[in-house]
Each structure stands twice: as structure tokens, then as C-alpha cells.
């Protein structure tokens, strides 16, 4: 790996396609042990470089807005193009109706509205909330109080209902599935009448399907539970897809030996590689990235705090240990950065967007795509 990494231009996502194609077979085996249809959810990786690969092993996409419907429509040819949205516009709906195969509503009222757009070979579907957290709460728990993400049972009682087929539930995140049988049970429990008049249930995303440890088998049976009732099944992972198959590369641009006046010391490593440029989630969730080769802050010879080079003061990645003593000019990779971070980069301070390049399977580099001045300027007027 060092190899490659020595002549690469930072800072740069590799996606690493062993990894990828891995996920992709455990995802695929699992449409063939089932028999139910695994679709990427575009939110989490959209690098549509890899749509291709990801055709031949998943049955489609699912989409949370127009751009990223449109991008599946035109990059994934000939595969499922799903929807879901809190609220459509009439003109945007206008257009999904085109190109997308189902699209989920957020309430019976919503589809009651746009009923009368969608078409015969359009299945619709309603996202419900079987308010059941199996999470920490928080801003990814959709189950959190007041959700605004899917409907209760309460909200949907006495309401027009014909002409849905398919409900949706999308309660996880990063999660088991453990967390996935008793969120059924919930399902099952509240909204089980709704069962016959369906063709078919999505089981969501946040499962960590390829996360070491897993428990597939489990994952199986959920399936064939909600199968016995004679519905299509639906997963929509993001996370699970792309999960460890991607690094970000930086280079340390200077080394700050920080003494305050209460001779407090700290070393500081300023990269050309930002938190809150391009990994923004560190600061978002908050965590702290792994990076390969170091130890955790404290258990190695040499400490350092790791910061962007932007003028956010909190712009800081974390605190690391390595054995060896770093320099100006070398390089890092910080590890699992294909998702959730390409596609929330920005270009705040006028930093350079990182390249993106992939490690082929045989060892090979190859760099995709270098963005320029113009992608930061374009978007600004
Ligand atoms: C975010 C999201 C997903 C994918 O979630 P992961 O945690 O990346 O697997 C799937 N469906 C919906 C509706 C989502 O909002």
C-alpha cells in the first residue's frame, strides 16, 4: 500500500474496490439466500464511478431527493429507482414519477395530495414510524420524540389509505439486527392490518450488514418473517455498502509545538485535510477516525492532535499516537471515508475538494477525478 500512497496528490479519497466488491457479494448473497432485493441508498455513496460494480451484485437505489434520483436514473440503467422524501414538490414529483419505479410518502396526507400524479407503473409507498428507539436518540434516531419521519399509527387511523402498496420503516443506524427483530415485532404488532392490501415492505437502512460480527442469519429470518405474508422485501443500506472500501489521504503540511503560558505543551499536526471540510461527520456525530499505522492518543512514543487547515478553531480531527516521530510532507490515511464523506464535503474557506481515486483490485491506482477552483466558484453565484 505504501507504494501507491508515496506519489499520491493529497488530499485524495481512495476507494479501495477489493473492499467494495467484498461488501457487494455479502449484499448480493444475501438477495440470494432470501430472495428479497438489496438497494444502495445513494445518501451514504454516490461515487457513481462504482454504479457499474454496484449493478452487477444489488437490484437498484434508493434515493432521498431528486438530484440523487436522477443520478441513479442515468447511472444505474436498467435497475430499481426508489424515493423517499418528508415532503415533494409538485415539479419535482413530476419529474420522479418519470424516472423513479416506487416512491414512498411520508403521510396519507402527502399521498393524497400527489395521488393523482403517479401512474399505473409507479408503486407508492408509506413510510411509517412504529416509534420504537433502538438507538442512543439523537439526531439519527428517526424514532426520536416528534419525528417528522414517517407516520405513527395514530396518524395514519381512519385515514384513506387505497392504493398504497408497500410500507416502509427506516428506524436504524450503524445497528444490529437484534435491533431489527424487535422493530419488527413493533411493525408487525401496530401495523400488521395493513398487511394484506400490500405488495411489498422496506426494511430501511442502519443495518451494518458487513460490519464483522454481524449476525446475518438473523437478518435472514426478519426477511422471511415479513415474506410468509406473501410481500416483496426491501433493505436499503448505505452504510453496509461501501463500509471500510474507502480511505482519505493527507499529508502533514507543519508541525506546531504549542507551549502556552502555563507551559502546557501540545504537538500539532496541521494537514492539508479538513474536519469540517471533508470529513464532516467527525465533527458532526462527533468521532474520531482511525488512522492506519497509529495508536490510540497516549499508547505510542510520539502524540499529536491532527487539525485542518481552515479557520475553525474546533476544525480538530482528533488526538493520535504513533511509534515513529512525523514530519512535514508525510502522508496518512484516515480510514473508513468512502461513506457519508464524499458526500458531504465542502468547500468551506475556499479549501481544494480532495481528488478521488480508486485501488484496483490487481494494486493499481488510478485517480478518477481532480477538482479545481471552478467547483468551489460555481456554486457561490
Ligand atoms: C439514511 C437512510 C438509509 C441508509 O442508512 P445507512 O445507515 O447508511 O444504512 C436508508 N433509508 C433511508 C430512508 C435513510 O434515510
Same mark, same amino acid.
Given at each position: 500500500?505504501?507504494?501507491?500512497?508515496?506519489?499520491?496528490?493529497?488530499?485524495?479519497?481512495?476507494?479501495? %474496490?477489493?473492499?467494495?466488491?467484498?461488501?457487494?457479494? @455479502?449484499?448480493?448473497?444475501?438477495?440470494?439466500? @432470501?430472495?428479497?432485493?438489496?438497494?444502495?441508498?445513494?445518501?451514504? &455513496?454516490?461515487?457513481?464511478?462504482? !454504479?457499474?460494480?454496484?449493478?452487477?451484485?444489488?437490484?437498484?437505489?434508493?434515493? /432521498?431527493?431528486?438530484?440523487?434520483?436522477?443520478?441513479?436514473?442515468?447511472?444505474?440503467?436498467?435497475?430499481?429507482?426508489?424515493? !423517499? $422524501?418528508?415532503?415533494?414538490?409538485?415539479?419535482?414529483?413530476?419529474?420522479?414519477?418519470? #424516472?423513479?419505479?416506487?416512491?414512498?410518502?411520508?403521510?396519507?396526507?402527502?399521498?393524497?395530495?400527489?395521488?393523482?400524479?403517479?401512474? %399505473?407503473?409507479? $408503486?407508492?409507498?408509506?413510510?411509517?414510524?412504529?416509534?420504537?428507539?433502538?438507538?442512543?436518540?439523537? #439526531?439519527?434516531?428517526?424514532?426520536?420524540?416528534?419525528?417528522?419521519?414517517?407516520?405513527?399509527?395514530?396518524?395514519?387511523?381512519?385515514?384513506?389509505?387505497?392504493?398504497?402498496?408497500?410500507?416502509?420503516?427506516?428506524?436504524?443506524?450503524?445497528?444490529?439486527?437484534?435491533?431489527?427483530?424487535?422493530?419488527?415485532?413493533?411493525?408487525?404488532?401496530? &401495523?400488521?392490518?395493513?398487511?394484506?392490501?400490500?405488495?411489498?415492505?422496506?426494511?430501511? +437502512?442502519?443495518?451494518?450488514?458487513?460490519?464483522?460480527? !454481524?449476525?446475518?442469519?438473523?437478518?435472514?429470518?426478519?426477511?422471511?418473517?415479513?415474506?410468509?405474508?406473501?410481500?416483496?422485501?426491501?433493505?436499503?443500506?448505505?452504510?453496509?455498502?461501501?463500509?471500510?472500501?474507502?480511505?482519505?489521504?493527507?499529508?502533514?503540511?507543519?508541525?506546531?509545538?504549542?507551549?502556552?503560558?502555563?507551559?502546557?505543551?501540545?504537538?500539532?499536526?496541521?494537514?492539508?485535510? /479538513?474536519?469540517?471540510?471533508?470529513?464532516?461527520?467527525?465533527?458532526?456525530?462527533?468521532?474520531?477516525?482511525?488512522?492506519? +499505522?497509529?495508536?490510540?492518543?497516549?499508547?505510542?512514543?510520539?502524540? !499529536?492532535?491532527?487539525?485542518?487547515? @481552515?479557520?475553525?478553531?474546533?476544525?480538530? #480531527?482528533?488526538?493520535? /499516537?504513533? %511509534?515513529?516521530?512525523?514530519? %512535514?510532507?508525510?502522508?496518512?490515511?484516515?480510514?473508513?471515508?468512502?461513506?457519508? /464523506?464524499?458526500?458531504?464535503?465542502?468547500?468551506?474557506?475556499?479549501?481544494?475538494?480532495?481528488?478521488?481515486?480508486?485501488?484496483?483490485?490487481?494494486?493499481?491506482?488510478?485517480?478518477?477525478?481532480?477538482?479545481?477552483?471552478?467547483?468551489?466558484?460555481?456554486?457561490?453565484?
Amino acid at each position: 500500500m505504501n507504494k501507491w500512497l508515496k506519489s499520491l496528490k493529497t488530499p485524495c479519497y481512495v476507494i479501495n %474496490e477489493a473492499a467494495l466488491i467484498n461488501n457487494l457479494k @455479502t449484499l448480493s448473497d444475501l438477495e440470494i439466500s @432470501t430472495g428479497c432485493k438489496v438497494l444502495l441508498a445513494q445518501k451514504a &455513496f454516490s461515487a457513481f464511478a462504482f !454504479y457499474p460494480l454496484v449493478a452487477k451484485y444489488i437490484s437498484g437505489t434508493t434515493a /432521498s431527493g431528486i438530484f440523487e434520483a436522477r443520478l441513479a436514473h442515468e447511472e444505474m440503467q436498467n435497475k430499481e429507482n426508489h424515493v !423517499y $422524501s418528508p415532503a415533494y414538490k409538485e415539479d419535482e414529483l413530476k419529474e420522479l414519477v418519470k #424516472i423513479c419505479d416506487h416512491i414512498i410518502f411520508n403521510s396519507p396526507e402527502q399521498w393524497q395530495k400527489f395521488k393523482k400524479l403517479i401512474p %399505473e407503473n409507479v $408503486s407508492a409507498g408509506l413510510r411509517i414510524n412504529p416509534e420504537l428507539s433502538t438507538q442512543g436518540g439523537g #439526531i439519527y434516531d428517526p424514532c426520536a420524540p416528534f419525528s417528522r419521519l414517517g407516520s405513527t399509527l395514530k396518524n395514519i387511523q381512519g385515514k384513506d389509505l387505497g392504493g398504497i402498496e408497500g410500507l416502509h420503516f427506516h428506524t436504524l443506524c450503524e445497528q444490529d439486527s437484534d435491533a431489527l427483530e424487535v422493530t419488527l415485532d413493533e411493525v408487525i404488532k401496530k &401495523f400488521g392490518d395493513l398487511f394484506p392490501m400490500l405488495k411489498w415492505v422496506n426494511l430501511g +437502512g442502519g443495518h451494518h450488514i458487513t460490519r464483522e460480527g !454481524y449476525d446475518i442469519r438473523r437478518l435472514e429470518k426478519c426477511i422471511e418473517r415479513v415474506m410468509k405474508y406473501g410481500l416483496d422485501v426491501y433493505i436499503e443500506p448505505g452504510e453496509a455498502v461501501a463500509l471500510n472500501a474507502g480511505w482519505l489521504a493527507a499529508s502533514v503540511l507543519d508541525i506546531i509545538n504549542h507551549v502556552g503560558d502555563d507551559e502546557r505543551r501540545m504537538i500539532l499536526a496541521v494537514l492539508d485535510a /479538513s474536519a469540517a471540510c471533508h470529513m464532516p461527520d467527525v465533527l458532526e456525530m462527533p468521532y474520531t477516525p482511525k488512522i492506519i +499505522g497509529a495508536k490510540e492518543k497516549g499508547e505510542g512514543k510520539f502524540n !499529536y492532535r491532527f487539525t485542518g487547515n @481552515t479557520c475553525l478553531a474546533g476544525d480538530i #480531527i482528533g488526538d493520535y /499516537s504513533f %511509534e515513529y516521530e512525523l514530519k %512535514e510532507g508525510d502522508k496518512l490515511l484516515f480510514c473508513d471515508m468512502a461513506i457519508y /464523506s464524499m458526500v458531504k464535503n465542502n468547500t468551506f474557506n475556499g479549501i481544494p475538494l480532495p481528488s478521488i481515486a480508486v485501488l484496483r483490485e490487481n494494486g493499481e491506482l488510478e485517480t478518477i477525478k481532480h477538482f479545481g477552483y471552478s467547483d468551489f466558484k460555481n456554486r457561490l453565484s
